[in-house]
């Protein structure tokens, strides 16, 4: 088993598939490769809820590259952790030692944009040396509404390993975010993706998005009920579920159900963090 293989499906959400990969992958001495496995290992839990796995299984001894996955897993276990976790990250970025190790500053990237903490995120990112940190890079300016930024990010990745996973994802998402014939662009860069390395609970959420972008709730809601079936917990299919049960005027009781579902499953993701806020204001306001 190749390692870029299983960083492939770990980009792609085939998270069980890097957990198979990894257990049987042969590092041949290769302390650095080991470490990369290691860590692609243990991203793949957080993705699936086994955050204690993580935080269990990681050492203080353990390359930075590991500490900081595991201080993901701790955030991702409570959020409220987010100021030490914060330290830990820029402590780590003024050590001349570590600074540089690619995966401590995209891990670094991932949390402070689940905090919409965008530019404490680009100060880990804004010189990539790695592919994922361009890929971070582009999904950050992406979450800021700076579409041009991205795109003009994206097009370094293109020029640079055009073929590889993340650059089609990041090209995914400019142009899903562009709209008009972007999204179908984008449509089929998923179903592409979904074919070759099979129908991840990522890539049909990205389908969904491309339906839903399009106005097509019920085929998005087709391929959100096949993403179900393999994790009926994952945060975006239920968020992508809710809106288009809104959008289709139908049942606003299951509406309800699912909203409260993601609530006690998810309460504090990003998107339940601003639901909340925006129903306090109205309160207010009425």
Known sequence: M??????NNLYIGNYQQVVNDASTFKDKGDLAAKAECESLLHRAYIAMGNHFLVIQKIRDSDPVSLQAVKQLA??????????????????????????????????????????????????FIHTPTSLEMMATL????????????????????????????LTQLASAWVNLAQGG?????????????????????????????????????????????????????????????????????????LAATMMSQMTQLHPNH??????????ESFSRVG
């Not at 820029?90 to 949390?111: F, G, H, K, Q, Y």
Request: glycine share 2%; proline share 2%; net charge negative.
């Open 138 to 165: 582009v999904y950050t300016y992406l979450q800021m509404d700076r579409i041009d930024l991205a795109d003009k990010n994206f097009k370094t990745m293109q020029s640079q390993e055009d073929g590889h996973v």
């Open 74 to 123: 701790l955030y991702m276990q409570n959020p409220a952790q987010i100021d030490s976790i914060a330290d830990q990250m820029n402590a780590w970025l003024d050590d001349l030692s570590v600074s540089n190790d690619s995966t401590m500053r995209v891990i670094a990237a991932m949390i402070f944009n689940r905090e919409s903490r965008f530019e404490d995120a680009l100060k």
């Open 270 to 279: 990003p998107w339940v963090k601003n639901m909340n806020r925006l129903e």
């Open 181 to 253: 014939e972007g999204v179908q662009r984008a449509y089929f860069i998923y179903v592409d993706l979904s074919e070759t390395y099979g129908a991840s609970v990522v890539l049909q959420n990205g389908i969904a998005a491309c339906h839903m972008s399009k106005g097509d709730f019920e085929d998005a809601t087709a391929v959100l009920q096949d993403a179900s079936s393999k994790n009926p917990n994952d945060a975006d299919t239920l968020i992508n579920t809710i809106v288009c049960l809104q959008h289709s005027n139908k049942s606003q009781d």
């Open 2 to 7: 190749q390692l870029f293989e299983i960083q």
